[in-house]
C-alpha cells in the first residue's frame, strides 16, 4: 500500500463514539484551563523537495484520566481489527470434566451415543459407528470376526455369548465395551490434541518468547475473543483441515459451528488509567504533524489489577450450549491385522499403533487399551461334568486366550482385548444397510469416514466460571486486551516517523526531558486483514545518527519508564540529527528554541 494514500478507515463503527470521546475529552481541558491545543492542518502539505526545509512543532499535553470506564460492547468487539481478535486468548476450555461434571466432549460423545439410527440425515457408516458405540455384550455381532466360531458354539452347550464377552470385557451384559471416559480420553489426545491450533495459543510476547505463542495443555482448547464474539463460528475454521509446514491434520470440526456465549447484551466494562491524548509526531515525507497512540505505552498502568472492579463482565450466557457443530474422524484407507502375539509389550506389534492418532482404528485402538490393558481375568466354563470344563477363558494384562475341549472347535488365537474391538469395529464399520444380511453394498474399505451434526449440547461450564477465567487470564497478560483499548480508543492519525515523548513528572530525574521516539511497528494500525495499513518495512535503517550517511547512531532503546521497544534519543535545543523516512529518503532534524516546557519546534530538511 502506497503510506502516501489515505488512511483505511479501521473501525467506521466506532467513529461516532470516538468522535463523542474526543469532544468530551477536550471540553474537558478547557474546563480545566488547560492551553489550547492546536489544530492539525485540513489537508497535509506537499511533499519536500531535496533542500527544501520546513518547521514543526510538537507539544506533549496530557490528559491522565484515573478511573475512566469505558464500556465494550459485543458490536465494538466485533469492529476490532481481525489480528486483535484473534490474538486476545480468553481462556482454554476444559472438554473433559472431573468429579463427576461432564464437559463439552463427554456431552457431546452422550449425544452421538443417542442419535437414532432412523435418522434420515445420518450415513450408513455413521449407522454403523452408532451401532459400534453401543454395542454391548447382549447386542454384540461378532461375525466375520475370529471369535465368531467359539461364540456361535456356546449356545449349543448351554452358555449365553453375552455372558462370555461381559465375564471378558469386565463389564454388564448391557454395558457398552468402551466407555465415554476411554473414548474421550482418546478422542482427546488423537484427534483434538494433535491439531497445530489447539496445541499453541497467543500471549504475551517477551524476551524470551518473542513470538508470543504458548502450549495448551492436552484436554482444552484455546478459545480467543475472536471465537467468543462470532459465536464459535471460528472454531470450524481454526480447527479445520491444517497443511502447513510439512505438518497435516484433517481437522475435527467441519461445516457450520454455533454456541453463543456472549449475549447481544454483553458488556466488558473497564476501568482505565490513560493519557486521553495522543502523541504528536512528525511525518518527514512532508513534515506534517500526526498521531501516534498513548494507550498502553505512556509509562503508566493502564489497568489497576488490586481494584476488584477493574474488569466487569455482564451478559455472558448462564447456560451456554453448543446450538451446532459438526465433528469429524476419519477412517484409514488400509485395514489392520491383530498383533502377532504379545511382544512388544504391553501393546503387541499390530500396525494399528503407526496410524495417524486422528484415524478412526487409532481412536479405538486407544480406547480399547485404555480401557483393558490391566484386565486380569480366568473363569472355566463347565457343562455337567466339575472335572472337565468345555473351556477355558484366560486373560493376563489384557491378553486373551481360549483353551476348548478337542471336540468343542476351533478357539481362537490368542490376541489383545483391543485388537478384538479394531477387528470388531473394521468389521462392522463396513456393512451395509441391512447388518443382518451378508456384506451386499458395504463400505468400501478406507471410505467409512464420521461426521456428527450434534444441536444443543451443553458446554458444561458455567457463565461465572467463564468470566473468572477470562479475568484472571487477562491479568496474567493484559497485553493482548491493551492492543484492543488501543483500537477502540484509537488515537492515531497520518503516517509519523517519529514522535515527542516527555515523561511523567514523577519518573526519576536522570530520564526526564524530550525524547524523540522513532516509529515502531506496534504503533502502526492494522486492518482487518491484520496488515499495517502502511508498511513499515521500507526504513532502510530506523532510528536516529550523527550524519546524513548514517553511520554513526546517537539513538538506542534506553529504558524511560518501562519503554524498552522504540529506538530513541533525548534531544535539546541546538541538536541537530539525522534519520531516513519509510521512502528511503535523508532529512536533518534541528532542534529549535523551545516556545514553552511542553513543546518542541523541530526544523525538518530534506537532504537527499
Keep these: 500500500m502506497n503510506r502516501r494514500g489515505a488512511r483505511p478507515a479501521l473501525n467506521a463503527a466506532l467513529c461516532g463514539r470516538r468522535v463523542a470521546r474526543a469532544v468530551a475529552l477536550l471540553g474537558a481541558i478547557a474546563a480545566a484551563g488547560c492551553m489550547p491545543i492546536p489544530q492539525e492542518p485540513p489537508v497535509p502539505p506537499g511533499a519536500l523537495a531535496v533542500g527544501e526545509a520546513r518547521e514543526v512543532e510538537l507539544y506533549a499535553i496530557r490528559l491522565d484520566v484515573s478511573n475512566f470506564e469505558e464500556v465494550v460492547t459485543k458490536a465494538d468487539i466485533l469492529a476490532l481489527p481481525q489480528s486483535v481478535r484473534d490474538s486476545l486468548w480468553l481462556q482454554d476450555l476444559d472438554l473433559t470434566g472431573d468429579s463427576g461434571t461432564p464437559r463439552l466432549l463427554d456431552n457431546a460423545m452422550a449425544a452421538i451415543r443417542a442419535?437414532?439410527?432412523?435418522?434420515?440425515?445420518?450415513?450408513?457408516?455413521?449407522?454403523?459407528?452408532?451401532?459400534?458405540l453401543n454395542m454391548t455384550p447382549d447386542t454384540s455381532d461378532l461375525r466375520r470376526t475370529q471369535l465368531e466360531e467359539m461364540l456361535s458354539i456356546a449356545p449349543k452347550v448351554g452358555f449365553a455369548a453375552e455372558e462370555v464377552l461381559a465375564d471378558a470385557a469386565g463389564i454388564?451384559?448391557?454395558?457398552?465395551?468402551?466407555?465415554?471416559?476411554?473414548?474421550?480420553?482418546?478422542?482427546?489426545?488423537?484427534?483434538?490434541?494433535?491439531?497445530?491450533?489447539a496445541q499453541q495459543r497467543p500471549g504475551r510476547k517477551t524476551a524470551s518468547n518473542p513470538d508470543g505463542i504458548y502450549p495448551v495443555a492436552r484436554g482444552l482448547l484455546p478459545v480467543t475473543l475472536e471465537d467468543a464474539a462470532s459465536d464459535m463460528a471460528s472454531l470450524s475454521v481454526r480447527f479445520g483441515e491444517f497443511q502447513q509446514g510439512g505438518r497435516y491434520h484433517p481437522g475435527f470440526m467441519v461445516g457450520t459451528t454455533r454456541a453463543e456465549i456472549l449475549s447481544d447484551d454483553f458488556k466488558m466494562i473497564l476501568k482505565a488509567n490513560a493519557n486521553a491524548l495522543p502523541f504528536k509526531g512528525v511525518d518527514l515525507t512532508n513534515a506534517s504533524r500526526g498521531n501516534v497512540s498513548s494507550i498502553g505505552k505512556d509509562g503508566g498502568e493502564l489497568f489497576d489489577f488490586s481494584d476488584p472492579d477493574w474488569l466487569r463482565i455482564e451478559g455472558l450466557n448462564p447456560d451456554a450450549v453448543v446450538e451446532e457443530m459438526t465433528f469429524q474422524i476419519l477412517e484409514h484407507p488400509d485395514a489392520f491385522p491383530n498383533s502377532a502375539g504379545p511382544?512388544?509389550?504391553?501393546?503387541?506389534?499390530?500396525?494399528?499403533?503407526?496410524?495417524?492418532?486422528?484415524?478412526?482404528?487409532?481412536?479405538?485402538?486407544?480406547?480399547?487399551?485404555?480401557?483393558?490393558?490391566?484386565?486380569?481375568f480366568s473363569r472355566q466354563y463347565f457343562l455337567k461334568d466339575p472335572a472337565q470344563p468345555l473351556f477355558t477363558l484366560t486373560i493376563e494384562q489384557g491378553y486373551m486366550s481360549v483353551a476348548t475341549l478337542a471336540n468343542l472347535g476351533s478357539p481362537p488365537p490368542p490376541m489383545f482385548m483391543w485388537d478384538l474391538m479394531l477387528e470388531v469395529a473394521q468389521a462392522r464399520l463396513h456393512d451395509g444397510p441391512d447388518p443382518a444380511a451378508p456384506a451386499v453394498d458395504a463400505?468400501?474399505?478406507g471410505e467409512g469416514h464420521v461426521r456428527f451434526t450434534l444441536r444443543d449440547v451443553p458446554i458444561g461450564v458455567a457463565s461465572a466460571q467463564i468470566a473468572h477465567a477470562i479475568r484472571t487470564n487477562l491479568e496474567d497478560d493484559p497485553s493482548s486486551l491493551i492492543s484492543a483499548a488501543g483500537s477502540i480508543l484509537d488515537q492515531r492519525a497520518g503516517q509519523p516517523d517519529f514522535f515527542l515523548y516527555q515523561p511523567r513528572s514523577t519518573a526519576p530525574q536522570d530520564v526526564q526531558g524530550d525524547w524523540l521516539y522513532f516509529i515502531h511497528p506496534d504503533d502502526i494500525p492494522t486492518g482487518d486483514d491484520g496488515l499495517p495499513v502502511w508498511a513499515p518495512t521500507g526504513y532502510p535503517t530506523s532510528g536516529f545518527y550523527k550524519g546524513p550517511e548514517l553511520s554513526e547512531k546517537i539513538s538506542d532503546?534506553?529504558?524511560?519508564?518501562?519503554d524498552v521497544s522504540h529506538d530513541k534519543v533525548r534531544v535539546n535545543e541546538g541538536d541537530v540529527l539525522y534519520c531516513a523516512d519509510h521512502e528511503g529518503a535523508i532529512f536533518r532534524i534541528d532542534v529549535l528554541t523551545k516556545p514553552s516546557p511542553a513543546r518542541l519546534t523541530l526544523r525538518v530538511t530534506r537532504v537527499m
Design 115 to 132: 442419535l437414532k439410527l432412523d435418522d434420515p440425515a445420518l450415513t450408513q457408516s455413521e449407522r454403523n459407528m452408532i451401532r459400534l
Design 172 to 197: 454388564g451384559v448391557e454395558q457398552p465395551f468402551l466407555s465415554d471416559q476411554s473414548l474421550t480420553e482418546a478422542v482427546v489426545a488423537g484427534v483434538i490434541g494433535t491439531h497445530p491450533n
Design 343 to 376: 511382544l512388544p509389550s504391553p501393546m503387541g506389534n499390530s500396525p494399528v499403533w503407526t496410524a495417524p492418532p486422528w484415524t478412526l482404528e487409532r481412536i479405538v485402538a486407544e480406547a480399547g487399551f485404555a480401557s483393558f490393558a490391566g484386565r486380569n
Design 443 to 445: 463400505i468400501p474399505e
Design 557 to 562: 532503546f534506553t529504558d524511560v519508564e518501562g
